[in-house]
């Protein structure tokens, strides 16, 4: 997807390279918020690599060398032990497999959100490291980044037990895995048939603050 951007004030318009069906909007509010209005789904894919890479592109790639387990060859050997953790659990691996399980509509979506993570590095980035970085980056490595939180959070612990690892404490402070007490998260949806405007409602709890690394 080639496309053009006009900015006036908080609007983003990336227009549809001749078709209406393929343009997305993007508009921030007062704080800074983005809001995409797209006629497609990968249209709004773009639109939200666009303004992830806007807002957190450095944090990401950040994230990206934590799931590659890279992370002590630019930032020293203090990263060492997770780096190992990383590639123990071979999230780069698995998330390779991971591809070729996907349905074609994600994987446009993947995609397209790649693009417009690379249209903002082309536009905004100059440092070759860093360009160089987002021209290398693939489906893959949106997968991994999302198992290795993943795995910080919830599973290394259940990982462990179907491991047959007991009465140990992990390198990174999780204790064994006990069912009756595994961590779990918040979620509801409406469907939209339940909602006055026909509008599906999705709500989850990120358990933490807005500008926390872990969310965006």
């Known amino acids: 997807m080639t496309c053009t951007r006009a900015v006036v004030g908080f609007l983003l318009l990336l227009a549809g390279c001749g078709r209406m069906d393929r343009s997305a909007t993007l508009i921030r509010d007062e704080w800074g918020v983005p809001h995409i209005f797209a006629a497609r789904e990968d249209a709004g894919f773009f639109a939200l690599g666009y303004a992830y890479a806007e807002d957190r592109l450095e944090r990401f790639l950040g994230f990206v060398r934590y799931a590659r387990g890279d ?38 979506n993947y995609e397209a959100f790649l693009r417009g993570i690379r249209s903002f590095a082309a536009e905004r980035v100059t440092d070759s490291t860093r360009l160089a970085m987002v021209a290398g980056l693939t489906v893959a490595d949106l997968i991994a980044v999302v198992r290795a939180a993943l795995y910080a959070g919830y599973q290394v612990p259940a990982a462990l037990a179907e491991c047959r690892v007991d009465g140990m404490m992990y390198s990174s402070g999780f204790l064994p895995y006990r069912a009756a007490a595994a961590p779990g998260s918040n979620g509801w949806v409406v469907m939209p048939a339940r909602t006055a405007d026909g509008a599906l409602l999705l709500a989850a709890d990120p358990h933490v603050g807005v500008e926390n690394i872990a969310y965006y």
């Open 71 to 108: 992370l002590a060859a630019i930032l020293g050997p203090g990263y060492l032990e997770s780096d190992v953790a990383s590639r123990r659990w071979r999230h780069r691996e698995q998330a390779e497999i991971g591809v070729e399980q996907l349905t074609p509509e994600v994987g446009r």
